[in-house]
């Protein structure tokens, strides 16, 4: 069990040092027309989330959650 943590935390370490190394060396600079859709993209992707977020607060607190009270 121990080889499989030590192996599971590698390969984590493994692809966020590859994909640190990509935005760093890989990517050239983002021509200014990126910008707006980048940030509508953002907006929209943390909007959704927190919507989402809503819901799952919402039908939590109001009993949408609990298992059905069957009659019999």
């Not at 994909?19 to 992707?45: C, N, Q, R």
Request: proline share 6%; hydrophobic share 50%.
């Amino acid at each position: 069990m121990r080889i499989t943590i030590l192996a599971t935390w590698t390969l984590l370490l493994g692809l966020l040092a590859a994909s640190i190394a990509f935005a760093v060396y890989g990517i050239g600079a983002m021509p200014t027309e990126g910008y707006l859709p980048l940030t509508i993209g953002a907006v929209l992707t943390i909007g959704f989330g927190a919507g989402l977020l809503g819901l799952l607060v919402y039908s939590s607190h109001h009993g949408y959650d609990d298992p059905p009270h069957l009659q019999g």
